[in-house]
């Protein structure tokens, strides 16, 4: 049986420029919070639809995602 874990992430980070200023930029390797593992696909969506609903993403796009175990 194929299982799924959910976790949040950031997809963006604060970078400093060589002028001082920061911008953002992708940051697909950022680290990872585990919210739950050993999930069903629909139990997995489910919990990534609520904790997307009830939080912000905020500036760094923070957002819960699930993937294949």
């Known amino acids: 049986m194929i299982t799924y874990q959910v976790f949040v992430r950031n997809w963006w980070r604060r970078d400093?420029?060589?002028?001082?200023?920061?911008?953002l930029v992708p940051d697909p390797g950022a680290r990872k919070t585990f919210l739950a593992r050993?999930?069903?696909?629909?139990?997995?969506?489910?919990?990534?639809?609520?904790?997307?609903?009830a939080h912000e993403p905020g500036i760094l796009s923070r957002?819960?995602?699930y993937t294949e175990e």
Do not use: I, P
């Open 16 to 23: 400093r420029c060589s002028d001082g200023t920061r911008q």
């Open 63 to 65: 957002k819960a995602e």
């Open 38 to 53: 050993g999930l069903t696909e629909g139990e997995a969506r489910l919990m990534c639809h609520t904790y997307n609903l």
